[in-house]
C-alpha cells in the first residue's frame, strides 16, 4: 500500500518580547488616530492564499533540495505564509503502474478535501502529467504552474489553466569550456538514459555535438547498463572528456538517482567528467554552464503570484527560462590537473581554498612598497642637502646674469608695486615712451595709457591681485602725446604667503606686426573671398558635367522612343513633357556651367510673360500657404535677348527673396512686366548703371508686402554671402546681380521698413514683340555611312549614342576610356570618324586625341562635352578638329553637327572604305 510524504513548511519568523511589546504599543497608538473607516477595515481579517507543491519524484534528491532554496523563500515573502503552503513528493518514478497513479490522485482528493489552493505548482514533466491524467479531477479551476525541461513530450493542458516554464541546458557552452580547459581533447563520451525522462538532456547534448561533429570522435553511452558504462569509462583513453546528462534508468530498467550514478561514474571514470545544471556540482562533475535550479525555483514562484493576483496576460502558456552559469568544482579540477586560468570570466568555484601568498600578497607587497619608499626619502633628503646647496651658489651666479640681462634686454621691462607705481624700469622701456628712467620711477602704470583705455587697462592688471598672469596688447601714449601699440606679458609678484607685492610685465613694440597684420588680413580677406567663389566654381561646373551626361541619356531615349512610336499614341503627349522638363534641366546645367565660367549664355528672343507663366506652377510650390502670388503682365510685351534659364532664375530667386521677407505673416507677392523709355537720368539711380545705355526697356517687376530693407540691408543685398537669414548661404540676389550684368541689364529697388519692397529688373528690348514660334524641330533625310568610334566613360551615354548613330545610318564600335579608343581604333581600320568625351578618367578626350593625331594624322574627331564650345575652341585652336557637340545633346542636333561636319563622312578607296595605312603602329 503506497504511503505519500508529506511535508508542511514550518515558521522561522520569531520576535523577541521586547520588540513585541514595541510593535504593539506602536500600532495601539496608531489605532487611536486612525479614521473610523480603517477600523472597519481592521475587523477583515487578512486573505491568505494557498498553494499546493507536487513534486513527481522522492524527498531526497539533490535537484529537490536547490530548487526549494529559491521557489519556498520567494513564496514565503509575497502572501503566501508559512501555514499556506503544502508539498507533495509522488513518487511517480518507483510507481509508474496506472493503479498507483488512481489510488494517489484519490488520496490527495481525499487529504485536501476541504482545501481550496490559488495554485498548484508541479515539478517537474511527471507531476504534470499526473495532474492532467489521473489528477484531472483534482482541484478544478485551479491553475497549474509547472516547470518542464525543453523537448519534453507532454499531454496538452486537459482544458485546465497550465502556465509552463520551460527550462533549457547549454550543453554547447558545457562543451566549449571543456575544450577550454582540455584544447588537446580529441574524443567527447555523451552519457545518457534512454527513457523519456532523460530525452530532453540527451537532445540537447546532441544538438550541440552536431556543432562540433568532424572535428572529435563522438561515443554516445545511451542504450547500456551501469556496469557496462562504468566499465566503458574505466578504459583508458587518449585525451576524452565526458559529457554526463541525466541517468534516471538504465538499459536494463535499473533506476538510478542522476546524482548517485554519476558520482560511480566520476569515480570510475579515466577522463574528466562534465555536467548540464547544478545539483551535480559535488557529485564528480568538473563544471560547465550549468542550470541553476534555486533561479528556477524563484521564477516558478513569481510567476505563481502573478497568476494568483492575475498579472500575466490569459493567453500565456508558457514561459521560457534561460539562466546559466558558469560553475566548477576546484576538487576535480585539481584531480584533473586543470589550470583555473583557463575559466571563463566570472566563474564559480566550489571547494577552493586560495595559499597562503594569493592570500596575503596584498600584504606583502605594501610592506615591501613600504620599505622602498623609506629607502627612497633617505636617498632623497641627502640629494636634496646637497642639491640645495649648490643651487645657492648657482642662484648668487643666476641674479647677476639675470641683473645685466634685464637691464640690457631689447624687451622693455617694468616692475611696479601694491599701488601699481613704477618701481624699475630698464633702458628700453624708457626709449619706447621717451621718458627719462627716472621720470617713470613713482609713476602709476595707468597714467600712462589714453583716457579711453584706461579702465581695461585697471581690469587687467586687477587680475594680478588675483594671482593671474597675462597677455594682452594696449595702446600706450608717449610723453610727445603720440600713442604706441605694445604687447604686454604680465606677471604678479607674490610672498611666500601668496599675497600680492605687486607685478612684473614685459612690454614688445608691435608698430611694425600691427601694420602687418592689417595688409595680412586684408590680403586674406580678398584671398578668402577669390576661393570661395572659386569653389563654387568648380562644384557648380562638376555637378552640371555630371548633370549633362544624365541628360544626355533622358533627351536620347525619348526623342527616339517619339521617333518609333504611333503619332496619335497616347504615351507621346507624355514623351513630350518628359523631354520638355529634360530641355529645362539642360538649361539649368548651363547655368551651372556659366556660374563656373565653363559655360556660356544661350541666347534668344524671350517672351518675359510667356517666362513666367510657364513657371507660375514652380513659383506657386515654392512659396509658403500664407502668401498670395498674383501676375499682372502688360501685353503685347517687346521681346528681349536673354537665356531664358537665367531668367527664370532670376524670377525665382527674387520671389523666394520676398516671401523670405513676408515670413510667417499673411501678405502678398505681385509679379508685374512692362516697358519704359529710359533716358541717362532714370538710369542713374540704378544699380549696374554704369555703361547702360538708353533706350527701350522691358522691366520685370517683384513687389512684395514683407518687412522692408533700412539703408545698411540695402546696401548690402547683393553682396555674396550677405544675408540676414539665419540658414541663408548669402548666394541668391548675388547671382541676380550676376546675371542681369550679364545681359546689360540694370537692377531698381524702392523699399522702406515696414512697407514691403519693389525690384525691377530692366532689360534691353529685342525690338520685336512676343510671338510664339513653332517648337517643333525641322527633320532631315539626312543618312551617313562608314564607321564611328563612340568613345564616352557614362554606359547611358555610350548607349544612346550608339542607338543614334546606328539610326543615323552608320555603323559604330564604342569603347568606355582614352586607351581603350586607342586600341579599338587600331583594332578597327574601317573607323572613319571619332565622337570622342572631353572629360574621361585614365586617358582624358584632349590627350586621347592627341595619340589618336599620331596614329592617324587625317583621323575625324568631334569632341563631345557637358562644358561649352569656347572651351573646346580654346584648347583645340589649329588642331584640326572636325567639330563639337555639347551635352546633352539630341538626335536633331546630332544629325546638325554630322552634316556640318562634312569631312567627317568617309573618303571612298579603291574598296570603298577607309583607308588605314596612314596609321602608325
Not at 509508474?96 to 482528493?109: G, Q
Not at 587680475?463 to 595702446?475: D, L, P
Request: hydrophobic share 40%; glycine share 8%.
Amino acid at each position: 500500500m503506497w504511503t505519500p510524504e508529506t511535508k508542511k513548511a514550518e515558521s522561522s519568523w520569531h520576535l523577541s518580547p521586547k520588540l513585541m511589546q514595541f510593535v504593539g504599543t506602536f500600532l495601539f497608538a496608531l489605532l487611536l488616530q486612525s479614521s473610523p473607516a480603517i477600523s472597519a477595515l481592521s475587523d477583515q481579517p487578512p486573505r491568505h492564499h494557498h498553494v499546493l507543491i507536487l513534486y513527481g519524484r522522492v524527498t531526497n534528491l539533490p535537484t529537490h533540495g536547490i530548487i526549494n532554496k529559491g521557489l519556498l523563500p520567494a513564496l514565503s515573502a509575497s502572501d503566501v505564509g508559512d501555514s499556506d503552503l503544502f508539498q507533495e513528493y509522488l513518487d511517480l518514478q518507483h510507481h509508474p503502474d496506472h493503479k498507483y497513479r488512481l489510488e494517489l490522485a484519490d488520496y490527495l482528493r481525499k487529504k485536501y478535501a476541504d482545501e481550496t489552493f490559488d495554485v498548484v505548482i508541479a515539478l517537474y514533466q511527471d507531476a504534470l502529467d499526473f495532474m492532467l491524467r489521473e489528477g484531472k479531477e483534482l482541484f478544478v479551476g485551479t491553475p497549474i504552474v509547472a516547470a518542464v525541461p525543453k523537448g519534453a513530450t507532454g499531454t496538452g493542458n486537459g482544458g485546465r489553466r497550465v502556465l509552463q516554464v520551460v527550462y533549457s541546458f547549454d550543453s554547447l557552452a558545457t562543451l566549449h569550456y571543456a575544450l577550454a580547459l582540455l584544447p588537446e581533447t580529441k574524443e567527447i563520451i555523451v552519457i545518457s538514459g534512454p527513457t523519456a525522462d532523460d530525452a530532453p538532456h540527451l537532445k540537447n547534448a546532441q544538438d550541440a555535438v552536431k556543432d562540433l561533429d568532424g572535428k572529435f570522435s563522438i561515443r554516445y553511452l545511451i542504450n547500456n547498463s551501469l556496469p557496462e558504462i562504468l566499465e566503458e569509462v574505466a578504459r583508458e583513453r587518449d585525451h576524452a572528456i565526458i559529457l554526463y546528462t541525466r541517468l534516471s534508468k538504465d538499459a536494463r530498467g535499473t533506476l538510478c538517482a542522476p546524482a548517485i550514478a554519476l558520482s560511480d561514474i566520476a569515480r570510475a571514470a579515466k577522463s574528466p567528467v562534465f555536467g548540464l545544471y547544478d545539483s551535480l556540482l559535488g557529485a564528480g562533475i568538473v563544471g560547465g554552464n550549468l542550470l541553476s535550479f534555486k533561479d528556477l525555483g524563484q521564477a516558478v514562484a513569481r510567476l505563481s503570484i502573478d497568476l494568483i493576483h492575475n498579472r500575466l496576460d490569459a493567453r500565456m502558456s508558457h514561459v521560457d527560462f534561460v539562466n546559466h552559469v558558469p560553475m566548477f568544482d576546484w576538487a576535480e579540477m585539481r584531480r584533473w590537473g586543470l589550470q583555473k586560468s583557463r575559466l571563463p570570466k566570472g566563474s564559480i568555484l566550489i571547494n577552493y581554498r586560495p595559499g597562503f601568498w594569493e592570500q596575503y600578497w596584498g600584504y606583502a607587497l605594501i610592506a615591501l612598497l613600504f620599505l622602498a619608499g623609506e629607502a627612497s626619502l633617505i636617498a632623497y633628503l641627502i640629494r636634496s642637502r646637497r642639491s640645495r646647496i649648490q643651487k645657492e651658489k648657482e642662484l648668487q651666479k643666476s641674479e647677476e646674469k639675470y641683473r645685466r640681462i634685464i637691464t640690457t634686454a631689447r624687451e622693455g621691462i617694468i616692475v611696479t608695486g601694491q599701488d601699481y607705481s613704477i618701481t624699475y624700469v630698464n633702458s628700453h622701456i624708457s626709449d619706447l615712451l621717451g621718458y627719462a628712467p627716472e621720470e617713470l620711477i613713482g609713476t602709476p602704470l595707468p597714467h600712462l595709457v589714453p583716457g579711453d583705455d584706461s579702465s581695461s587697462i585697471l581690469t587687467r592688471m586687477n587680475s594680478r591681485r588675483r594671482g593671474e598672469s597675462g597677455q594682452y596688447e594696449c595702446r600706450y601714449r608717449r610723453k610727445d602725446g603720440s600713442s604706441i601699440w605694445l604687447l604686454v606679458s604680465a606677471t604678479p609678484i607674490l610672498d611666500d604667503e601668496g599675497r600680492f607685492q605687486g607685478s612684473f610685465a614685459m612690454f614688445t613694440d608691435l608698430t611694425d606686426l600691427k601694420q602687418a597684420e592689417e595688409d595680412r588680413l586684408n590680403l586674406e580677406r580678398q584671398l578668402l573671398h577669390a576661393q570661395k567663389l572659386e569653389s563654387l566654381e568648380v562644384l557648380a561646373g562638376g555637378i552640371a558635367h555630371d548633370f549633362n551626361n544624365i541628360l544626355t541619356s533622358i533627351i536620347g531615349y525619348t526623342e527616339l522612343a517619339m521617333l518609333r512610336l504611333n503619332p496619335d499614341s497616347p504615351v507621346r503627349d507624355n514623351l513630350k513633357r518628359i523631354e520638355q522638363s529634360a530641355q529645362r534641366a539642360a538649361e539649368l546645367a548651363r547655368q551651372m556651367l556659366a556660374y563656373s565660367g565653363k559655360g556660356n549664355f544661350v541666347v534668344e528672343p524671350v517672351d518675359l510673360n510667356r517666362l513666367v507663366e510657364d513657371i507660375g506652377p514652380l513659383i506657386e510650390a515654392a512659396i509658403p500657404k500664407n502668401v498670395q502670388l498674383r501676375f499682372e503682365p502688360t501685353n503685347p510685351l517687346p521681346r528681349v535677348t536673354a537665356d531664358a534659364g537665367q531668367i527664370r532664375q532670376v524670377v525665382m530667386n527674387l520671389v523666394i527673396n520676398a516671401s523670405e521677407a513676408i515670413g510667417d505673416h499673411d501678405g502678398s507677392i505681385t509679379i508685374g512686366t512692362g516697358w519704359k523709355n529710359c533716358d541717362q537720368g532714370y538710369l542713374r539711380g540704378a544699380w549696374l548703371s554704369d555703361n547702360i545705355a538708353a533706350g527701350l526697356y522691358v522691366y520685370l517687376e517683384v513687389t512684395d508686402t514683407g518687412c522692408g530693407m533700412d539703408r545698411e540691408t540695402k546696401a548690402k543685398i547683393f553682396d555674396p554671402f550677405f544675408t540676414t537669414k539665419f540658414t541663408g548661404r548669402g548666394l541668391g540676389m548675388a547671382t541676380v546681380q550676376g546675371i542681369v550684368h550679364g545681359h546689360k541689364g540694370s537692377i531698381q529697388i524702392y523699399t522702406e521698413p515696414g512697407k514691403g519692397s519693389i525690384f525691377r529688373i530692366l532689360l534691353p528690348a529685342a525690338g520685336e514683340q512676343a510671338g510664339y514660334a513653332s517648337a517643333e524641330r525641322q527633320e532631315t533625310d539626312f543618312q551617313g555611312d562608314g564607321t564611328v568610334l563612340l568613345v564616352d566613360d557614362e554606359e547611358d551615354v555610350r548607349d544612346i549614342g550608339r542607338e543614334m548613330l546606328q539610326l543615323l545610318g552608320y555603323t559604330v564600335v564604342t569603347a568606355d576610356d582614352g586607351a581603350e579608343a586607342l586600341a579599338a581604333f587600331k583594332e578597327n581600320p574601317a573607323v572613319t570618324g571619332i565622337i570622342l568625351d572631353l572629360t574621361m578618367p585614365h586617358l582624358d578626350g584632349e590627350h586621347c586625341f592627341r595619340e589618336l593625331r599620331k596614329l592617324d594624322p587625317k583621323v575625324k574627331v568631334i569632341m563631345s562635352s557637358g562644358y561649352s564650345v569656347h572651351d573646346i575652341a580654346r584648347k583645340f585652336a589649329g588642331l584640326g578638329l572636325a567639330g563639337f557637340i555639347q551635352k546633352p545633346y539630341t538626335l536633331s542636333s546630332l544629325r546638325q553637327v554630322l552634316m556640318d561636319s562634312r569631312d567627317f563622312r568617309p573618303a571612298p578607296d579603291e574598296t570603298g572604305g577607309a583607308s588605314g595605312a596612314e596609321r602608325k603602329e
